[in-house]
């Protein structure tokens, strides 16, 4: 079978990089995590801190036994699918294998493509720069926007109502525009309660 074949069968993935680690950001924060990065991305956010993954045939396309093998020589059994944007790609081979490995799955994604996939745990973070795709309203179990510019508050609150009663909702301040968005993403969580915080923890402990 021919190497693009196995990747629309999601049997092979450009891989980035993975790496262990501890989780940073949303629900997770302080956890021990397997990091599956994926390369390539269509959405195009501007302040993107991984511009390098966009281009999905920079990565080689490796065979998910050897992405699990990988991950199995760590103690933690969380695995985490980010990328570039992950659902770009057929994800039920890789989260059947780590789930029959024992793992926990999360995915961070901001739901720009079709839901694929078996996971515990789904982080939703929507880009204004390519619209969702409706499936993954219903799949979100934490909803987590970035706040770049004022105008987030809204885009946050449009996509708020859309998600799933019982859906965790963050706001997160992009890392360069911290000082300018902090305090009011504080008083805006205060005036809204069914609101949490996220910060890029492992940017202050200066971890990967």
């Known amino acids: 079978m021919q190497k693009q074949e196995q990747v629309a069968q999601g049997t092979r993935l450009p891989l980035m990089e993975a790496f262990y680690t501890i989780q940073g950001e949303g629900s997770f924060t302080g956890h021990p995590a397997y990091f599956i990065r994926l390369g390539g991305c269509d959405v195009g956010c501007v302040w993107c801190d991984v511009k390098e993954s966009w281009e999905a045939g920079k990565w080689p396309l490796i065979e998910v036994e050897e992405i699990v093998a990988e991950a199995l020589k760590y103690p933690a059994r969380l695995a985490v699918i980010t990328g570039g944007e992950p659902l770009m790609y057929d994800l039920g081979p890789l989260t059947k294998l780590l789930k029959d490995k024992g793992f926990k799955v999360n995915i961070e994604t901001?739901?720009?493509?079709?839901y694929s996939g078996e996971f515990d745990w789904v982080c939703f973070s929507p880009k204004k720069f390519k619209s969702p795709h409706?499936?993954?309203?219903?799949?979100?179990?934490e909803l987590k926007v970035v706040v770049f510019h004022s105008s987030d508050f809204e885009f946050a609150e449009t996509h708020a109502a859309k998600v799933r009663e019982g859906c965790v909702k963050l706001l997160q301040p992009e890392w360069s525009k911290s000082s300018k968005f902090m305090e009011k993403i504080i008083t805006y969580v205060k005036n809204h309660p069914e609101w949490q915080i996220s910060l890029q923890t492992h940017k202050f402990m200066d971890i990967p």
């Not at 409706?134 to 179990?141: L, P």
């Open 134 to 141: 409706e499936g993954i309203y219903d799949k979100a179990d």
């Open 110 to 114: 901001s739901g720009a493509h079709p």
